[in-house]
């Protein structure tokens, strides 16, 4: 995300979506980066995610990161690593897991 100018920055929340039965999973990590020049990034916050139970509830799940005091940047990377295969409750041989992330919102 390109925030056009240098702000200070106080949290970064990334919004995904879990839907089992369309295949759709929550990611395996979610890592948040932010850059002043878009190149070189630095980390500011990182999260290993559980893997989920049976359950075809679909449900919003919000990942939330409070970053360090201090913390400017105009650059924010929000990256999540979806499952490389499906877990075997919802196996199907021709389906692949997906990400779905339907909004990131910055403070």
């Known amino acids: 995300l390109d925030l056009h100018q240098s702000r200070k920055l106080s949290a970064v929340t990334a919004g995904f979506l879990s839907d089992p039965r369309h295949y759709i ?17 630095r980390e500011v916050g990182a999260r290993q995610v559980p893997a989920i139970e049976e359950d075809f509830t679909v449900a919003p799940r919000k990942f939330s990161f409070p970053l360090p005091a201090g913390t400017q940047a ?17 196996y199907h041989e021709r389906k692949k897991p997906a990400l779905a992330c339907d909004e990131i919102m910055v403070e």
Not at 79 to 89: R, V
């Open 74 to 90: 105009r650059f924010v990377r929000v990256s999540a690593a979806c499952p490389t295969q499906l877990p075997a409750w919802r």
């Open 25 to 41: 999973f929550i990611p395996l990590s979610v890592r948040v980066e932010v850059s002043d020049d878009g190149s070189r990034y």
